[in-house]
């Protein structure tokens, strides 16, 4: 028998794209078995269900998938920032009826919007607290806790027919490098990973979850390659009796995409035992990237798998086995989109938001407005943690500006805390300090430090893990979201 190996290549992709309607390369793709598409924020325009319906024309089984994890991760309201809880502030509640609330809601929402993977939740604990790429993103740092969360989590996204794919196995929360730009290494011995890191996806696995997300992580314990092109790793998976879809991180994050290329990536990730390969998003290279860098990037690992199958390189059945895991998810998922959605029971966001707040030092009475100092960090390719909505529903229509603490002069810093001062005085407000690693940032703390100097009325919005003790009362907000933003203003300038 014949073989088509584009066909079976097409398969097991799973690409980014360019646009809101899906460009001619992609309709293509998808009538030629295409495995379904991943939306970034480029992808939502006014009408989601819209681009979904056209892409399920061109291939009616196709999955699509997006990142709506919540909190400081939105692709559905990346424009606006998130009404939903993070994962931080969900851990920081400890409530496992409100996160199974959180899991159907953002369930909902992804499934109203046409698609029907949710690429979440976030099973790493985070050890270390300087990791630059996971952080809010987990639920917290003990085993115990992200696992109940996780499990529930998944309970509840899966109730809205949608399929949750738990991640970054084997767990991305004892590093300090963001794979998007460099090759993590996690230096434990393998009974911790065992004990600690992996405990939430044993629970995911037990709560039925559909799908599953690899970390582009070394663990020298257990050999030189990334966990998402090494057999080893991938095979702890399998023997805990996990029998859904192995998807892989995005091949185009320079961990894969600087050593092996999204070519030799997508034929080592199906070698070792992947069976859905995320290819990334085309808007990450910036500036650089082309004008069909989607179509480029799909290239790129399809000719490879294509190739690696026409010389033996990669195995036919291989490819045969995780092309058919992926169809079965696709029909479980067709059958779902047949059912009714479910109507949201009892949810209240703002609630969950509100008791999620912690208070360091006395607050005071309400200001009667916020003018914001924004010193958070800059965005990064997986979080918009500096997105302007988190400053828009704090300030409200008041006074604000940013600065980076990495760069401005002592001259600089103290004009605009002078400035902010003024706007302060002039309206009645109060001076606001919005951060996000006063933990772990020197400079940051330094800002702080500067403004509690000439302004010790003012106090420190943190939108990152909690800080502790400050030369300023500090609100931790554990997200940079819309929702967590409004919980911050209601509690300083009542409401």
């Known amino acids: 028998m014949t073989v088509d190996v ?19 390369w992609l309709d293509r793709e998808l ?28 291939n009616p089984r196709a999955l699509i998938g997006v990142d709506e994890e919540g909190g400081s991760v939105t692709r559905l309201e990346a424009a606006t920032g998130s009404t939903a809880p993070g994962a931080a502030q969900l851990g920081a509640v400890d409530d496992v009826a409100a996160t199974r609330g959180t899991g159907a809601e953002l369930g909902r929402r992804v499934r109203a919007a046409g698609a029907d993977v949710l690429l979440g939740p976030v099973a790493d604990v985070n050890t270390d607290p300087r990791n630059p790429v996971i952080g809010v993103r987990a639920f917290g740092a003990d085993a115990d806790l992200v696992s109940r969360h996780t499990a529930a989590e998944v309970e509840g996204i899966q109730s809205a027919g949608v399929a949750a794919c738990v991640k970054h196995f084997p767990g991305h929360g004892d590093t300090h490098v963001d794979s998007h730009h460099g090759l993590p290494r996690v230096e434990l011995d393998p009974s911790e990973i065992d004990r600690v890191h992996l405990a939430p996806f ?55 995409r600087e ?109 009667r407005g916020l003018v914001v100092l924004d010193a958070r960090r800059r965005a990064t390719l997986a979080v918009d943690s500096a997105g302007a909505y988190v400053v828009d529903a704090l300030a409200g229509d008041g006074w604000s500006r940013r600065v980076d603490t990495t760069r401005v002069s002592a001259q600089e810093a103290a004009a605009l805390i002078a400035a902010a001062g003024a706007a302060a005085a002039e309206s009645g407000s109060r ?24 302004e010790p009325g003012a106090v420190v919005v943190n939108a990152g893990l909690d800080a502790g003790s400050a030369t300023l009362p500090v609100v931790e907000v554990r997200a940079s979201s819309r929702i967590g933003a409004e919980a911050a203003r209601e509690l300083l300038a009542g409401g």
């Open 6 to 24: 584009e066909r079976l290549a097409n398969g097991v992709l799973w690409p980014g794209f360019l646009g809101t309607e899906p460009p001619a």
């Open 31 to 58: 009538r030629a078995g295409l495995a379904g598409v991943v939306y970034f924020a480029q992808n939502i325009g006014p009408h989601p269900p819209a681009l979904s319906a056209a892409i399920r024309t061109a």
């Open 202 to 256: 044993r629970a995911a696995i037990a709560a039925g979850v559909l799908s599953v997300m690899t970390a582009h992580i070394v663990v020298p314990a257990w050999g030189t390659e990334p966990a998402t092109l090494n057999p080893r790793v991938l095979g702890l998976l399998r023997a805990e009796g996990f029998d859904g879809v192995i998807v892989t991180d995005a091949l185009d994050m320079a961990a894969i």
């Open 259 to 367: 050593s092996v290329g999204i070519g030799g990536g997508a034929v080592r990730a199906l070698a070792a035992g992947a069976d859905l390969l995320c290819i990334g998003n085309p808007t990450n290279p910036g500036d650089a990237a082309a004008a069909d860098q989607d179509e480029q990037d799909f290239r790129a690992a399809r000719d490879a798998i294509v190739a690696a199958l026409q010389d033996g390189t990669l195995a036919v059945d291989r490819v045969a086995e995780a092309g058919a895991r992926v169809a079965r998810l696709a029909g479980i998922l067709a059958a779902a989109r047949s059912e009714p959605l479910p109507a949201p029971a009892g949810y209240d966001a703002a609630a969950i938001v509100r008791r999620s707040l912690g208070v360091h030092g006395d607050l005071g009475a309400p200001a």
């Open 431 to 454: 001076i606001v300090v919005l951060v996000d690693r006063l933990d772990t940032d020197g400079t940051q703390r330094a800002f702080v430090d500067a403004v509690a100097a000439v």
